[in-house]
């Protein structure tokens, strides 16, 4: 089983859907909860993250730990054409800097 | 404005060859990552190095090596490509803080012909 999982979609949705990606996670020890944003032939880049369980709000996008379940959510209102990507979700333990990243979902808005 | 730069967009190679892929932050970062990203396998973690000269193996270490002999650069080694080894090389670098942003470099697609 992977420490960190997420269904790769990919997930196509039309303009101002809500739309909610998520990930599964197995290690306890895990403390802080990113999600990166990965346009097509870019590197991907820090989008929002959280420390332990809670929400964190930026914007139409809205972060959101549930450590009890293992669970972490992003969710994007209002959505429009360029938040078209691959989003990552990555944790870690705190005593290291490795990432350990899920495998990515394809969002597609369409117009 | 932070950077990490690659030393090549597009790269192609043939099998046997030994090829050097250049990572460059300008940040001062302590940490860097080697990680390849292929379609539906997500980003693998290859080698990581934690400071000056140190390295660790990542998840999928056969058949590359890494070098980091000063701080801002990080190279990645294919002894003798193969085909197997086509994919994007991303490179990272990241603060010492647990918390700290880790930033990407744009990536190498690199083609094993």
């Known amino acids: 089983q992977k420490e960190v999982e997420q269904d790769p979609g990919p997930l196509s949705v039309p303009e101002g859907a809500i739309v909610s990606l998520n990930c599964t996670y197995s290690?306890?020890?895990?403390?802080?909860f990113m999600w990166y944003r990965q346009y097509s032939r870019k590197g991907p880049e820090l989008l929002m993250y959280?420390?332990?369980?809670g929400n964190k709000e930026d914007g139409r996008f809205t972060a959101q730990v549930d450590k009890s379940s293992k669970y972490i959510s992003l969710f994007i209102r209002d959505s429009q054409p360029s938040d078209s990507a691959t989003y990552l979700c990555?944790?870690?333990?705190?005593?290291?800097?490795?990432?350990?990243f899920g495998q990515g979902t394809t969002l597609q808005v369409k117009p | 404005d932070v950077k990490v730069t690659q030393s090549s967009r597009y790269l192609v190679k043939r099998t046997g060859e030994k090829v050097f892929l250049e990572c460059v932050q300008d940040?001062?970062?302590?940490?860097m990552f080697w990680y390849r990203q292929d379609p539906g396998l997500g980003l693998r973690l290859i080698y990581f190095?934690?400071?000056?000269?140190?390295?660790e193996k990542g998840d999928i270490p056969e058949g590359y090596s890494v070098s980091r002999e000063k701080k801002e650069r990080f190279s990645l080694i294919l002894e003798s490509a193969s085909t197997n080894q086509t994919s994007m090389y991303l490179c990272?670098?990241?603060?010492?803080?647990?918390?700290?942003?880790?930033?990407f470099g744009p990536g190498t697609r690199l083609t094993v012909t």
């Open positions: 940040m001062d970062h302590e940490n």
């Open positions: 959280t420390y332990s369980s």
């Open positions: 990272a670098s990241k603060g010492q803080h647990a918390v700290s942003e880790q930033y």
């Open positions: 190095s934690y400071d000056v000269k140190m390295k």
């Open positions: 990555a944790m870690n333990g705190g005593n290291t800097g490795k990432l350990i």
């Open positions: 290690n306890s020890a895990f403390q802080y």
